[in-house]
């Protein structure tokens, strides 16, 4: 395999190797800089010396083996949208090459995560599951961010939508006459503006993780949310496979093992790139729900806020990293006292691999701008929408540059 390309990296300490997952939100970003860059890259790796013919993208040049979220069909389409956005309409030429490909890509995904199709979903939470070599398995009661990914699985549409894909619509409906149970695994309505909903949550569910996700004393910390929930730094995971035992604390800044994989600092810290995700989910809902829906934000605080404000808030945390505080501090310098107070330091802010889970110190290789740089595309979205925006127009409203409300005479929503 010979890669010889120019390829946007994080930082120049990890030249010259490259992340296919990280490239991915790294594109989000680059888009509203420059739009061919990204799509070039995002080419990049669909392309025939990069993309195996069973459909894997190679993950990084370490282990190109390895299998990574699915996360280019999604930044693809980001892409898309701001182009729309930026010229007025897309290419859809570069949807095109992509689709086949990335549907491969997701083939051979699921393929590897869920050979045997089960359900994990239990007590309120989603578990990760260990199959042990008898051919058991036992779900790994870790309250972790694989119980909250799940929430990313939920796509709106519009009625303008549907009625361009009649055809769609009947197999679905077929499909369901034919096999009704597979709604007990999923959720499908009508909101807002007649918007359909297809998720893996359905309401109480949906109720439920949020709950868990906007506790302090879990999920949410004042910088975004937690890769694992603070609950595990007083009750610890324990598991015995075989006489040993394997634990699983709450760590909020380097993880102090390589346990359960070999990147193990997923045990606390916020991570920019999940948190991406899980905005962009409860925006859905949102344009899907309204102000029919309601949760405690932050849990137990008697405070209620609707996806849309919820989304907000985990968004301001998120920037608040990069924000002096009211001591003129930064969070993401933390201790370090002349990227906090050395005039010629403290206004060059870095852009972190990850962020303590406590106290949003920056955490890892300090020039991960490719995701970490996704706080910018966060300023310019809360900037820019508006919770009306987003029920009166959907998903449009996210990328278009021009709005007015409809009652107003002059309106230019850009398609």
Not at 140 to 154: E, F, H, I, N, W
Not at 256 to 266: E, I, P
């Amino acid at each position: 395999m010979v890669n010889d390309d120019i390829i946007s990296m994080p930082d120049k300490w990890e030249y010259p190797w490259y992340s296919a997952w990280d490239l991915a939100f790294h594109t989000v970003t680059l888009a509203s800089v420059d739009i061919d860059f990204a799509k070039r890259q995002l080419d990049l790796m669909l392309k025939q010396r990069y993309l195996h013919p069973n459909g894997q993208i190679p993950a990084y040049e370490w282990n190109f083996s390895d299998v990574n979220p699915p996360v280019h069909a999604w930044a693809t389409l980001a892409a898309h949208r701001t182009e729309q956005a930026v010229r007025g309409e897309g290419d859809l030429r570069f949807l095109k090459r992509s689709f086949g490909k990335l549907l491969a890509n997701f083939t051979w995904w699921v393929n590897r995560k869920d050979r045997f199709g089960k359900n994990v979903f239990e007590g309120g939470f989603f578990y990760d599951v260990l199959r042990l070599p008898d051919g058991r398995a036992a779900r790994l009661k870790v309250r972790s961010m694989v119980g909250l990914l799940p929430l990313c699985a939920t796509s709106v549409t519009e009625p303008w939508q549907r009625e361009r894909v009649p055809g769609v619509l009947k197999q679905f409906e077929a499909r369901i006459r034919r096999m009704p149970e597979l709604l007990g695994d999923m959720y499908s309505g009508q909101g807002y503006a007649d918007r359909g909903l297809m998720a893996l949550v359905n309401p109480d569910r949906l109720r439920r993780i949020l709950s868990c996700m906007l506790d302090e004393n879990e999920f949410l910390s004042p910088h975004g949310i937690r890769a694992l929930s603070r609950y595990h730094l007083e009750h610890p995971y324990v598991l015995n496979v075989r006489g040993k035992e394997y634990r699983v604390n709450y760590l909020p800044a380097d993880s102090d093992s390589g346990m359960f994989g070999g990147n193990s600092n997923w045990r606390g810290p916020v991570w920019m790139p999940v948190n991406m995700l899980l905005i962009r989910a409860l925006l859905s809902f949102y344009a899907f729900y309204g102000d029919s829906f309601k949760v405690e934000c932050p849990t137990g605080s008697g405070r209620e806020m609707n996806l849309f404000e919820v989304a907000r808030e985990i968004a301001n945390r998120l920037i608040s990293i990069f924000v002096r505080d009211a001591n003129g501090r930064r969070p993401v310098f933390g201790g370090l006292e002349k990227f906090q107070t050395d005039p010629h330091w403290r206004d060059h802010i870095l852009f972190h691999e990850y962020f303590h889970g406590d106290n949003g110190a920056g955490i890892g290789a300090s020039h991960q701008t490719g995701w970490s740089g996704l706080v910018a595309t966060l300023i310019e979205l809360f900037r820019s929408l508006d919770a009306g925006q987003l029920l009166e127009v959907g998903r449009k409203a996210v990328f278009a540059r021009e709005w007015v409300a409809p009652n107003l005479p002059k309106q230019k929503i850009t398609e």
